[in-house]
């Protein structure tokens, strides 16, 4: 059993932990097993979407927290920076329901869409996005935030046709 609240500050010290639980799903990815010891939001960054509140934990009956979404403004639409749950607790829907959270925040306060960036290959990303309903934004159509991020993944070494832009249209 979980729930879904909004993070508070004494949750940020811990998130970095579930982030780093998260990524060790890429153990099993040849090309991308570096990533589950790659680097992970700071407390300070959870820190900062806390301050914003722009971050929801979902917590166990404990009320710790075993996965987050962090997102920020964008010009029309909400950006998830950052979806992670713990390992242990994956396949539980929890990842679905936070992002329906996000949806939810969306369509109350009027913003069309939800937006990310993934890779577009991973079982786990893109494709579990696109069964949330998200579609893959052509190159084209991408928004100059959306470029922006992109953009700076490329620069972190990312090659450019392992990652993609996505958004879901809500209202």
């Known amino acids: ?4 609240r909004l993070a508070n500050v004494s949750d940020a010290r811990l998130l970095p932990d579930i982030e780093k639980s998260a990524a060790q799903i890429f ?3 040849e090309k991308f097993s570096w990533i589950a010891q790659g680097n992970v939001q700071t407390e300070q960054d959870h820190l900062n979407f806390i301050q914003r509140k722009m971050e929801w934990v979902a917590v166990n009956g404990s009320d710790e927290p075993i996965g987050f979404i962090n997102v920020e403004k964008q010009v029309n639409s909400l950006h998830i920076c950052e ?16 992002v ?8 109350a306060q009027k913003i069309p869409a939800i937006s990310l960036t993934t890779f ?6 893109a494709p579990y996005y696109q069964r949330l309903g998200f579609h893959i934004i052509k190159h084209e159509n991408l928004t100059n935030e959306l470029k922006s991020i992109l953009q ?10 392992e990652r993609c832009a996505m958004i ?3 209202n």
């Open 27 to 29: 153990l099993g990815h």
């Open 100 to 107: 329906n959270h996000i949806i939810d925040l969306a369509l």
């Open 120 to 125: 577009c290959d991973i079982p786990w990303n």
């Open 83 to 98: 979806l992670s749950v713990c390992q242990q607790w994956q396949g539980q829907g929890i990842g679905k329901q936070l």
């Open 168 to 170: 879901k249209i809500v």
């Open 1 to 4: 059993m979980y729930v879904i």
């Open 152 to 161: 700076h993944e490329m620069d972190a070494g990312f090659q450019v046709d």
